[in-house]
Nanobody
């Protein structure tokens, strides 16, 4: 039974930083990702990591500002966000594939089986 629990969301001023956490219980390894969605917008894949090797993917819109480090000992992945902009305001969701899976389109939500409940990020100008 896989459960994903996100934390770390909150309010921050533009230019600030925020670090989200996703603790995966009942999960060995696979592809984990962060997605975000704002009202009226399509869900957007932000970043992903294949936890077995550390291979990462980032959306073009966030490259250079966001990283997705992991702490395998804590079974946790993070979303480190820097230089935040008001456009980054969204509900952020953690997701995971079935154990051991790697996909050619890791920023596509349809490839993921497990989802967390989300954590809100609000960036003010």
């Amino acid at each position: 039974q896989v459960q994903l629990v996100e934390s770390g969301g909150g309010s921050v001023q533009a230019g600030g930083s925020l670090k989200l956490s996703c603790v995966a219980s009942g999960y060995t390894y696979g592809t984990m990702g962060w997605f975000r969605q704002s009202p009226g917008k399509e869900r957007e894949g932000v970043a992903s990591i294949y936890t077995g090797s550390g291979r990462t993917n980032y959306a073009d819109s966030v490259k250079g500002r966001i990283t997705i480090p992991q702490d395998s000992a804590k079974n946790t992945v993070y979303l480190q966000m820097n230089s935040l902009k008001p456009e980054d305001t969204a509900m952020y969701y953690c997701a995971a594939t079935t154990t051991g899976s790697w996909y050619g389109t890791p920023l596509s939500g349809s490839t993921y089986k497990y989802w967390g409940q989300g954590t809100q990020v609000t960036v003010s100008s």
